[in-house]
């Protein structure tokens, strides 16, 4: 089946910096774009960065504007997610998913479908 599997998470202080990957088995990776998303136990799923198809393009949610970037590797089919000053609040589940149009707004990343999942990575924050 199609896949995408996300690494590098883990335990880090707050204030430290993770480099998220999500490798792509996907028909035209090229051609679509790429949402980061995460989601901690109580919370609704949130939307934290995306990318188009050509990089040229990218969208970050308040919460981690200034802090994280998105950037993607079309020739080896990867998309990373750059987390620097890492808060406490960053805990969850962070998972990367294939969009099945572009993404204009950071509005219409959150609304459009995802045609691919990955399974998640998990970063935790100490204090």
């Known amino acids: 089946e199609v896949q995408l599997v996300e690494s590098g998470g883990g335990v880090v202080q707050a204030g430290g910096s993770l480099r998220l990957s999500c490798v792509a088995s996907?028909?035209?990776?090229?051609?679509?774009?790429i949402g980061w998303f995460r989601q901690a136990p109580g919370k609704e799923r949130e939307g934290i960065a995306s990318?188009?198809?050509?990089?040229?393009?990218?969208f970050y949610a308040d919460s981690v504007k200034g802090r994280f970037s998105i950037s993607r590797d079309n020739t080896e089919k990867m998309v990373y997610l750059q987390m620097n000053s890492l808060k406490p609040e960053d805990t969850a589940a962070y998972h990367c998913?294939?969009?099945?149009?572009?993404?204009?707004?950071?509005?219409?990343?959150?609304?459009?479908?995802?045609?691919?999942w990955g399974q998640g990575t998990q970063v935790t924050v100490s204090s």
């Open positions: 998913a294939v969009a099945a149009d572009p993404i204009t707004t950071l509005q219409h990343m959150k609304e459009l479908p995802y045609v691919h």
């Open positions: 990318i188009s198809s050509s990089a040229g393009t990218t």
């Open positions: 996907v028909f035209a990776f090229t051609a679509h774009d």
